[in-house]
């Protein structure tokens, strides 16, 4: 017998359940795959287009050239804080106008880390119902009670914290929100939220993934003008206009150190690479100096609300354009059509978006022009 014709061993049974949700997950369409980089970038979170630039390149050169290592070593409190690791939350801090800032090697890690750390035993995490997974992953290790709010809806999130008082809450409620959610390309009525903070003694936890960069002056993200302020904690992760990988963790110098003393996932981590933080540096740096970069954005923007817009593409205002499908199978469908034509475009089902709204998520950057915004809208239309 050939190995091609030798049989599969069987499963242990533990695996046995793992195979069977996989089968069960191909069954309703909603089984993941990795497939490569192929066709026109209408998927990435890559907003600027500094992930392969030229600039960036020559940031990472430098740093291996004046002697910066690869890798850290070690956690930050071991051996593996380096001195870009400081540089950075320096500049960061100063560029978003915080007390401190903190880097951690994901966008996931810092969400996570910061509410299963910050709210205390005896507090509330009202969160937006759409948060990020991370968020989620965050809030069930949490020591303080959490629940669910309405979408952008500050009255929702007031109430709950009264009704939580009225049945003898006592300790602090923290507000957990994106400024600009990744799925609708909407944003947090940002002002209002504040004031239900300011109302009721409560801290603001804002997730700028996908806003800094993009929006506020030099790119600080829709929560420039709240930030500085005691009551304020932000995230900005660098993965994605920044180009580079990580976030920072923006707020009061106690949240800080506090993580620093208590955030597991950044005590037990390995540091993220020093040269990533130069990275990082250059692009804090090109957000400065380049504003002509959120101009051409905006630009397609623009172009893409008038061709895309007409069908059915939802218009957000932002870069990112959702075209809802409904049923999951035509979402991952439709996809498939469009990358067989040369776009990369994916398709989102549930649980990540919810049930009966998989979708096409049309993402708008500087890898794509004009002109290829006009080719996806043709291709669309043939497919329709």
Not at 136 to 151: K, N, P
Request: proline share 6%; net charge negative.
């Amino acid at each position: 017998m050939t190995d091609d014709q030798r049989v599969p061993a069987p499963l242990p049974p533990a695996l046995r359940p793992i195979a069977e949700d996989l089968r069960r997950l191909s069954g309703i369409d909603r089984r993941r795959r990795l497939i490569p980089i192929a066709g026109r970038d209408f998927a990435s979170n890559d907003y600027l287009g500094l992930a392969g630039s030229a600039a960036l390149r020559r940031a990472v050169e430098d740093a291996v050239a004046r002697g910066v290592p690869v890798g850290s070593g070690g956690s930050r409190l071991l051996r593996g804080n380096h001195a870009e690791h400081e540089t950075l939350e320096a500049e960061a801090a100063a560029f978003f106008g915080s007390e401190s800032a903190l880097w951690f090697g994901s966008g996931f890690s810092a969400n996570a880390a910061l509410l299963a750390t910050l709210p205390q035993r005896g507090d509330l995490i009202v969160h937006d119902t759409l948060i990020h997974a991370s968020a989620h992953d965050g809030m069930r290790m949490a020591r303080a009670l959490s629940v669910a709010a309405g979408h952008n809806d500050p009255d929702a999130i007031e109430d709950a914290i009264r009704d939580w008082r009225r049945h003898g809450g006592t300790g602090s409620p923290w507000i957990a929100v994106e400024s600009l959610y990744s799925m609708d390309g909407d944003r947090a009525p940002l002002a209002e939220l504040a004031e239900v903070a300011a109302r009721h003694d409560a801290m603001l936890l804002i997730d700028e993934a996908h806003a800094t960069g993009v929006f506020g002056p030099d790119g600080r993200g829709l929560a420039a003008a709240l930030e500085g302020q005691p009551n304020v904690v932000t995230l900005r992760t660098c993965g994605k206009a920044l180009g580079s990988e990580g976030a920072l963790v923006c707020g009061p110098a106690v949240v800080t150190d506090f993580l620093v003393n208590r955030a597991r996932g950044f005590i037990f981590s390995t540091a993220p690479s020093p040269v990533m933080a130069a990275a990082v540096r250059a692009a804090l740096q090109i957000l400065r100096d380049e504003p002509e970069r959120r101009s051409h954005l905006a630009d397609r923007m623009t172009l893409a609300e008038a061709r895309l817009g007409p069908l059915g593409a939802m218009v957000s205002g932002s870069q990112i354009m959702p075209l809802i499908v409904g049923e999951d199978g035509r979402a991952m469908a439709l996809a498939e059509a469009l990358q067989a034509r040369g776009f990369d475009i994916r398709g989102i089902r549930p649980p990540t978006v919810p049930a009966g709204t998989a979708r096409l998520r049309i993402s708008l950057t500087l890898n794509i022009d004009a002109a290829d915004i006009a080719a996806l809208g043709d291709a669309l239309e043939e497919l329709a």
